[in-house]
């Protein structure tokens, strides 16, 4: 048998692989649960709402998004890897992960605010909706203990802990929707379900606790931050790329297009949780793999990235011909326009597929810098792009913008900077068929 089979064989029949798929299934089914609650509800929300004051709901989560990323510190992704790497200090990692989580949600807290009293002092409607969506900062400091869940390969925990507040929450905003509550009370319901879901994540932790109390790392904390703080201005620009089509359109064209803007997108993004989902399933794995047998993690990533290929053509061709009917079946008739956004967005997929597999790639291959210079080139050419498109084309030049910048993002940056990464995503589709054939 060549290298190349023996190497296949290895990963078909490895143990690790089965719970990999397992705890994938239990991400996926938390995410298909979500979706089709929030088919239902998020769509009910925007007609009753309508456009204008959808948009400016909307404009709040996006706003709070970006200094949400502050309080993560670009810690997740390197927590969870020093977890799988040594569980036996996973005291000390989490320890130390919450107690700087907790200094970055009073930093970003405290910056969001006086941004949005700049920003919005003549609009006080728009700066209390923040306050309250803002919130949920503080209350996801707990997702550390979903880290502790990932490194053991553990996310149903987590998914049901998920689950209760999310069902709950739905079923709050119905009875809003029906009783004719106002902006406040459904920015009030997000902080709401982060809080509920805070504390179904401490009841799940005490099932599988860690064998030693929580403990602070000074030791542990430095070597993270100097690791981290490239993630975290990753993480910046990765929001801005993403996002700094909102603040463009709610400054130029007002309200009513980031909401027209926000439907279209909502349901191009609801997508992005499977390679998420699979990310998160994957890095374990692909850290232990790393330390052990270097042809297998090879191949691993090349049939990774292989399938995120497949994966993301065929979603983003489907959603392309389909939005129309979906906008109209959800969303109803004043949100027509959405259904161009829907169908143009959708190629952010393609990126986002291939960008989130190279993440656990950069980690494992500690090159967390080239993540900072790939967002920097997305943020920039975003920023430049909605100057150009959104200001002039309204949502559907913000939606051109977005899909452009990714693009650069995931791949055009790697073809000047890392050139191996490069040939690897480009190389994976023809891989996939290969291996396809030879198995």
Not at 63 to 90: E, H, K
Not at 248 to 277: C, D, H, R
Not at 346 to 355: A, E, N, R
Request: with cysteine; net charge positive.
């Amino acid at each position: 048998m060549t290298s190349y089979k023996r190497v296949l064989s290895t990963l078909k029949h490895n143990p690790n692989l089965k719970a990999v798929g397992a705890n994938f299934g239990w991400l996926v089914g938390d995410k298909v649960l979500r979706l089709l609650v929030a088919l239902v509800v998020s769509a009910w929300i925007a007609r009753y709402l309508g456009p204008e004051r959808y948009g400016v709901l909307a404009y709040a989560f996006t706003f709070v998004a970006m200094f949400q990323a502050i309080s993560l510190l670009g810690l997740d992704n390197l927590v969870v890897r020093d977890l799988a790497a040594g569980p036996a200090q996973a005291h000390r990692y989490l320890g130390t992960a919450f107690r700087l989580r907790l200094i970055g949600a009073l930093v970003a807290y405290g910056l969001m605010m006086t941004v949005a009293l700049v920003f919005q002092h003549d609009n006080k409607l728009i700066t209390v909706v923040i306050a309250l969506v803002g919130l949920s900062i503080f209350f996801q400091i707990s997702d550390v203990i979903d880290l502790w869940f990932q490194s053991q390969v553990q996310s149903r925990r987590t998914v049901l802990a998920k689950a209760v507040s999310y069902l709950i929450t739905a079923a709050i905003k119905i009875i809003m929707v029906t009783s004719g509550a106002g902006l406040i009370a459904f920015a009030s319901a997000s902080a709401l379900e982060t809080a509920l879901s805070a504390i179904a994540l401490y009841f799940s932790y005490q099932r599988l606790r860690t064998q030693n109390q929580w403990q602070w790392d000074t030791t542990i904390a430095v070597a993270l931050l100097r690791q981290s703080w490239p993630l975290l201005l990753s993480g910046l620009s990765i929001l801005l790329y993403m996002r700094v089509s909102v603040i463009f359109l709610q400054e130029t064209k007002g309200n009513a297009e980031v909401g027209i803007y926000s439907v279209g997108t909502t349901l191009s993004e609801m997508w992005y949780f499977i390679p998420m989902a699979l990310a998160s399933s994957l890095a374990p794995l692909i850290s232990r793999k790393r330390n052990e047998d270097g042809d297998a993690y090879k191949i691993l990533f090349y049939k990774i990235f292989g399938c995120m290929w497949y994966l993301s053509l065929t979603v983003a061709a489907i959603n392309a011909l389909t939005s129309e009917i979906w906008i109209d079946l959800l969303y109803g008739h004043q949100y027509q326009k959405s259904a161009y956004i829907f169908a143009i967005h959708t190629l952010t997929f393609i990126p986002v597929c291939l960008g989130v597999m190279q993440s656990l790639w950069l980690i494992n291959e500690r090159r967390s810098k080239l993540a900072l210079y790939q967002a920097l080139s997305g943020a920039l050419i975003a920023v430049i792009l909605n100057m150009i498109l959104t200001t002039r084309y309204g949502a559907q030049g913000a939606a051109v913008a977005t899909v452009m910048s990714q693009f650069v993002q995931a791949f055009l940056v790697n073809a000047v900077l890392a050139p191996d990464l490069f040939s690897m995503q480009i190389r994976s589709l023809c891989f996939a068929t290969r291996m396809k054939l030879q198995t």
